[in-house]
């Protein structure tokens, strides 16, 4: 099965950008999708195929994906935004839905 | 607005069979979408069990697929999980979410339910 990668934990200042990644083979030929999961509440989907904002999520969260490393950012971090990230993706063919460990976002 | 809701008992047995059900309003489920069941463990990440449509496709785990059964009831606009023999690694939060096409982003989802296993 596919596996992906994701770094523990990201800390960031207030008003500084967040870089989250989510490694995995060739995983630019993926469509991957972003969450956002505060404690004690479901996910939140926050960037769709990549990059693609759903409505009601701020500008400030992008999203990209190239060769082995796929990329969440957020731009000007506020105290709300504390919170973990998952990457999810379908690697095709007969595998199944694949979610990333998790990212816990501190904003120091 | 479109709402899901899980239901079921909060504690199961060892070896018996959880069994839970998701009944979602504000929208049709044959009116197109999956619906899918997703699990994290206490302090754990994130595992899709299954997604079935409403003609009774489905997707299921490759590491749960000999245990889980997903099914849905379009009369009552709900879909439900039953995951039998189960052990305390099943022990989890369960949710039930709206996803793209079975194998898609999940745009939707419940506030969730813990289930644990224990005797």
């Known amino acids: 099965s596919y596996l992906v990668t994701q770094s523990p934990s990201v800390s960031v200042a207030p008003g500084e950008t967040a870089t989250i990644t989510c490694g995995g083979n060739?995983?630019?030929?993926?469509?991957v999708h972003w969450y956002q999961q505060k404690p004690g509440q479901a996910p939140v989907l926050v960037i769709s195929?990549?990059?693609d904002r759903p409505s009601g999520i701020p500008e400030r969260f992008s999203g990209s994906n190239s060769g082995n490393t796929a990329t969440l950012t957020i731009s000007g971090v506020e105290d709300g935004d504390e919170a973990d990230y998952y990457c999810?993706?379908?690697?095709?063919?007969?595998?199944?839905?694949?979610f990333g460990g998790g990212t816990k976002l501190t904003v120091l | 607005q479109v709402q899901l809701q899980e239901s079921g008992p909060g504690l199961v047995k060892p070896s018996g069979t959880l069994s839970l059900t998701c009944a979602v309003s504000?929208?049709?489920?044959?009116?197109?979408?999956?619906w899918g069941w997703i699990r994290q463990s206490p302090g754990k990440g994130l595992e899709c069990l299954a997604t079935i449509s409403h003609t009774g496709s489905t997707y299921d785990n490759p590491s749960l697929k000999s245990r889980v059964t997903i099914s849905v009831d379009t009369s009552k606009n709900q879909f439900s999980l039953e995951l039998n023999s189960v052990t305390a690694a099943d022990t989890a939060v369960y949710y039930c979410?709206?996803?793209?096409f079975g194998v898609g982003y999940f745009d939707l989802w419940g506030r969730g339910t813990l289930v644990t296993v224990s005797s």
């Open positions: 195929y990549d990059s």
């Open positions: 504000g929208y049709s489920i044959t009116s197109g979408y999956y």
């Open positions: 979410a709206r996803n793209e």
């Open positions: 999810q993706l379908w690697s095709g063919g007969s595998d199944h839905v694949v």
């Open positions: 060739n995983i630019g030929s993926k469509g």
